[in-house]
């Protein structure tokens, strides 16, 4: 069973720091490019960051270029979203989610597997 748990979210001022984590588990991991998206209230879901399977190469969106990496380690299955200076439009409920191509896409519809989610809330 495919299993994408994100955890790590929570309530910080603007400016602070988070780390999102997201535990992989009933695929293998290694072959799948990985990325974090996150849907505002009345929005659509954007990408924010992938890291493809082949060379490991990152892609980001560029609201949070500059701000947010995207890492993986594959012997624990494991993505994560370390997100500096963040700002009260990084509100969202982030997701991780897998995709059997070997680049990161962007697209949501691209992507084969995804998590429930996890809130973040930057106040100002």
């Known amino acids: 069973q495919v299993q994408l748990v994100e955890s790590g979210g929570g309530l910080v001022q603007a400016g602070g720091s988070l780390k999102l984590a997201c535990a992989a588990s009933g695929f293998t991991f290694s072959t799948y490019s990985l990325g974090w998206f996150r849907q505002a209230p009345g929005k659509e879901r954007e990408f924010v960051a992938g890291?493809?399977?082949?060379?490991?190469?990152?892609e980001y969106a560029d609201s949070v270029k500059g701000r947010f990496t995207i890492s993986s380690a594959n012997a624990k299955n494991t993505v994560y979203l370390q997100m500096n200076s963040l700002k009260p439009e990084d509100t969202a409920v982030y997701y991780c989610?897998?995709?059997?191509?070997?680049?990161?896409?962007?697209?949501?519809?691209?992507?084969?597997?995804w998590g429930q989610g996890t809130q973040v809330i930057v106040s100002s």
């Open positions: 989610a897998a995709d059997r191509a070997g680049w990161a896409r962007r697209g949501a519809r691209d992507y084969d597997y």
């Open positions: 890291i493809s399977w082949i060379g490991g190469t990152t």
